[in-house]
């Protein structure tokens, strides 16, 4: 199943694109979608951390850091850090 | 509004105490309605006669404020009660750059009782693309003095304070506590974290905005009973490389702009209680897209250390609490502290590169990005440009500098005195990084510019910008 990731900020700095289609086997949950991501662009553990460095967002609802929800086919996951500038 | 009054007064007590504190009050000489935040009535004596003939109406407004107004009072969903409410309330801005320009002079428009405007920063000539409370004419000046002026010569009937000093720790839950609404305007993490913690220590909600580059997010935390704080979404702090700043990453001017417009109206809103604030909601802006994307937030972290079931951070261990430790930040946006890597033989001043260059017996290697590189740089150099944020992208440029090198050498002859390829940045630290990773694979031969194209401005006696 493919599912979109939007990159904001600094994820999109470290990812090098604004947005991108992954490819998962079925059943996959967000955590393991996380995993492959930081496997694909591994230079985004900047801004993992142990207990949140940034807000994930799944279909725009907020979504916890180890949640297993089960993903589905077309899902949007978001990588938002925060912005400090002013 | 009780709260307001005691907050009002507490501020007021401490300015004979604390000379950090500074009150600044009405300047103007027309007729305002507010006195001091104490005052339970927007009426003064002059105009009691106003009112003589619409008693019984259920705001406290003067004809005068209505007169001004009244475009926003006849709005059916606005109205003069929620004007009212207006008027009789406070906000504290911390921040007078790009973010709370808009936040100042809107609020100051729409006539908020009393505005608080914290800073602590001189207006610069490189502030005024977006920082739009400040002219030509304030450079040089204190940004809560060129802020202020603006926001009383929008309306002259508003009370005006500033807080010099900036939103410090000593001074945090004080001035907090004596406000209805506070809006974080600022530039840097530690300070995004101490407001934060003293808004949901005083009980007070936030109404957060941050712009950078193209990009920019809103939010309003701690607000109703299950409204999150910004340690419930952040709880470990970004990585200080992770924070660029306005003056490295730069910022297109319009976009806290729209930030800090949107900042405004999440405090009228908060103020004169019209609408849903944008709670438990996070709106993302994506400039070069022309994008709005608003992210459904969590509720309140039962674990947070500041806002959860048992805090660890309190209105008195605030006072200890190590910002810069937590985020591993400075609280101001004043670029990267210099950096001493190389050792000083390895370095060369912009005086002495300077006789190089005459002799045009050196080769230049400028590690900027392009996009400064285009700003301007020394004839003839030749742009390689290093991030430390991705070191590893440099690699493809060894062979090359390598190369430079030898053909370097080999034009400066070998009895030449010295390196014969100069690497150069905007401060003098990513050149640092740069000819320590060519030493490291092996290419000797070449020296950095000490204080990087900054000092190269001030001290090499050519004509060049400085940014």
């Avoid at chain 2, 740089?377 to 090198?405: C, W, Y």
């Avoid at chain 2, 490291?440 to 940014?467: M, T």
Wanted: proline fraction near 5%.
């Amino acid at each position: 199943m493919k599912i979109k990731v939007l990159f904001f900020a600094r994820a999109r700095e470290l990812a090098g694109t604004t947005e991108a289609e992954a490819d998962l086997p079925e059943g996959s949950t967000a955590k393991e979608a996380m995993q492959m991501l930081l496997e694909k662009y591994p230079d985004l553990r900047e801004i993992e951390g142990e207990e949140g460095k940034c807000v994930l967002a799944l279909n725009q609802e907020y979504l916890e850091k180890n949640a297993t929800t089960a993903l589905k086919e077309g899902d949007e996951i978001a990588i938002i850090p925060p912005i400090s500038g002013g | 509004m009780g709260r307001i009054e005691r907050g009002g007064q507490r501020a007021h007590r401490q300015t004979g105490q604390q000379p950090n504190i500074i009150h600044f009050h009405r300047v103007s000489t027309s007729s305002e309605p507010y006195e001091s935040c104490s005052r339970t009535s927007t009426q003064t004596v002059g105009q009691d006669d106003a009112r003589v003939n619409w008693e019984g109406t259920e705001h406290q407004l003067t004809k005068e404020q209505v007169v001004r107004y009244s475009r926003q009072i006849i709005l059916p969903s606005f109205g003069a009660q929620a004007q009212s409410r207006l008027c009789n309330s406070s906000v504290l801005i911390i921040g007078a750059g790009g973010l709370g320009s808009p936040v100042a002079m809107y609020l100051a428009a729409a006539g908020v009782g009393r505005l608080g405007i914290a800073d602590r920063d001189a207006v610069e000539l490189n502030n005024l693309h977006r920082q739009i409370a400040h002219r030509e004419s304030t450079v040089g000046i204190h940004k809560c003095d060129s802020a202020g002026l603006t926001c009383r010569s929008i309306n002259s009937s508003i009370q005006v304070e500033m807080y010099k000093d900036g939103f410090n720790q000593q001074i945090a839950m004080e001035l907090a506590s004596c406000f209805d609404v506070i809006v974080d305007a600022t530039d840097n993490a530690p300070s995004r974290y101490l407001i934060s913690d003293a808004c949901v220590l005083a009980g007070k909600p936030l109404v957060s905005g941050a712009a950078i580059g193209t990009d920019g997010q809103l939010t309003v935390y701690n607000h109703g009973p299950d409204g999150p704080c910004y340690r419930c979404l952040f709880p470990e702090a970004p990585e200080p490389q992770s924070c660029s700043s306005c003056s490295d990453a730069g910022v297109l001017g319009v976009v806290p702009g729209i930030i800090g417009s949107l900042q405004a109206l999440e405090a009228i809103k908060l103020a004169s209680g019209v609408g849903r604030p944008l709670s438990r909601s996070l709106l993302l802006f994506d400039a070069l897209a022309g994008r709005f994307t608003t992210v459904k937030l969590r509720q309140r972290m039962p674990s947070c250390i500041v806002c959860g079931t048992s805090p660890r951070i309190t209105a008195e261990s605030l006072l200890s609490y190590s910002y810069a430790t937590f985020t591993g930040a400075p609280s101001h946006d004043a670029g990267p502290a210099p950096l001493e890597l190389l050792a000083p033989i390895q370095r060369v001043t912009a005086a002495e590169l300077h006789k190089w260059v005459t002799s045009d017996s050196v080769s230049i290697v400028d590690v900027r990005p392009e996009a400064q590189f285009s700003i301007a740089h020394i004839p003839g150099s030749t742009n390689l440009p290093f991030s430390e944020a991705k070191p590893q992208a440099f690699d493809e440029h060894i062979e090359l500098m390598r190369q430079r090198v030898r053909d370097a050498a080999i034009d400066t002859g070998d009895d030449s005195l010295h390196p014969a390829v100069c690497v150069v940045c905007r401060r003098g630290n990513d050149s640092q990084r740069v000819v320590d990773l060519l030493v490291a694979n092996g290419v000797n031969d070449v020296v950095d510019l000490a204080g990087g194209l900054e000092a190269w401005a001030r001290e090499s006696g050519v004509d060049f910008p400085h940014y």
